[in-house]
């Protein structure tokens, strides 16, 4: 297909003023929709109808003479064919330079303008490189210096932890030092006082100052056994009880010149929980009143032959709920309501209770005892009233 560009001009208006342009595209275009089977016959009726009728050419579309139900909603023939077939050139329609020179300066503009951006473009990615580099650095280096601090701590910790062991050590061992050099001290005293005891044939007797060293040099002493020392005085025991407060066990038999002030002083030690006492008339009902609120672990009482004991005494004792172990043999002045009170408070723990020699109790606080479902011992001789 030849193009209409390079024709002569009069012709190009030509066809343009009878608008044959139109004609082409409509009947060309019924023609591809249509497909009638002779096109030169269907040609020949279009061109007659529009010879014919003029309002037909007046109205005429590219959709003119396709049929109703088959018309497109695009056009058929498509404009830049409909260009290159009728578009021609005149003398008009060549570039004149002032043409060029503002083509050349659009397209420089552009140019720059496309640079400029690519470059603007560029350089904002180089930033955020740089800015996204200088904070993986600046990270890099707080982890690095995190990790040489953590690194330092744990050697400062694991230091740290080595000294204290090694103070410990040294702190047990100048503990173990001065303990046996104040036993060493508390018994060079102790056999100078045997030597001269022996050179002058009195009684080998522990004095307070004695008693003041083992109670420095054994500040673990949990039992001591003080029978048989008919010498004891008060201020032994207090001697004894001025560093030593972690007596658990405490036996005093045949000490007679004990008094309140010495057993007040054994209150002090609040882990006791076992005391025997046999053969003191100076222990009041006081001592006991001391001991029971002061010491609530007690759970093994004897306290016999102490006929100043009276039902004030046994009333204190019910306040301790552990009691395991009672005996207060030989206390003569015990009447039925306190025992019975003492065995009803006791009985969940009570397995042993002497009462020998109570001769004021009879059978009514003695029936008590068959609440105390634990108890194992129970000696009731020289109970007279007990029937």
């Not at 690519?118 to 982890?143: F, G, T, V």
């Not at 046996?180 to 005293?189: H, K, M």
């Not at 552990?322 to 309501?337: G, M, P």
């Amino acid at each position: 297909m030849t193009s209409l560009k390079n024709c002569d001009p009069q012709l190009r208006r030509y066809l343009l003023v009878h608008r044959l342009p139109d004609i082409f595209e409509a009947i060309v275009s019924a023609l591809a929709v249509n497909c009638p089977r002779d096109p030169q016959a269907f040609i020949l009726e279009k061109l007659k109808l529009i010879i014919n009728y003029e309002e037909v050419l007046d109205d005429l579309r590219w959709d003119s003479f396709i049929d109703q139900k088959n018309r497109p909603k695009n056009r058929v023939v498509k404009a830049s064919v409909l260009d290159f077939l009728w578009s021609y050139e005149d003398e008009n329609s060549q570039p004149t330079p002032e043409m060029y020179q503002k083509a050349y300066n659009l397209y420089n503009v552009k140019l720059k303008k496309s640079c400029f951006s690519a470059w603007m473009r560029y350089h904002k990615y180089m930033r955020r490189k740089k800015a996204l580099l200088a904070k993986k650095l600046e990270n890099a280096q707080i982890w690095h210096q995190r990790r040489v601090q953590r690194i330092h701590l744990e050697y400062w910790i694991a230091w740290v932890s080595e000294r204290k062991e090694r103070q410990n050590v040294i702190s047990t061992r100048i503990r173990r030092v001065l303990a046996i050099s104040l036993l060493r001290v508390v018994f060079d005293a102790w056999h100078s006082v045997a030597v001269d005891a022996r050179k002058t044939k009195e009684y080998f007797e522990i004095t307070e100052e004695g008693y003041k060293y083992i109670s420095m040099g054994c500040g673990t002493l949990t039992t001591i056994i003080l029978n048989q020392l008919p010498g004891l005085r008060d201020g032994c025991i207090q001697a004894l009880t001025s560093e030593c407060r972690t007596l658990k066990n405490v036996s005093i038999m045949n000490s007679p010149f004990l008094s309140d002030a010495a057993f007040k002083c054994l209150a002090s030690c609040k882990k006791l929980n076992k005391i025997r006492v046999e053969g003191n008339n100076r222990l009041t009902d006081a001592s006991v009143k001391v001991l029971a609120r002061s010491c609530p672990l007690l759970e093994h009482v004897y306290l016999v032959d102490c006929p100043r004991m009276t039902d004030l005494a046994l009333k204190a004792l019910a306040t301790s709920k552990h009691l395991h172990v009672v005996n207060v043999a030989d206390c003569v002045r015990a009447t039925n309501k306190v025992a019975a009170n003492v065995i009803h408070k006791c009985r969940p723990f009570l397995g042993h209770l002497n009462l020998r020699g109570c001769y004021n109790l009879s059978s009514e606080s003695i029936k008590l005892t068959a609440q105390c479902r634990n108890l194992q011992d129970l000696n009731l001789s020289e109970c007279s009233g007990v029937t």
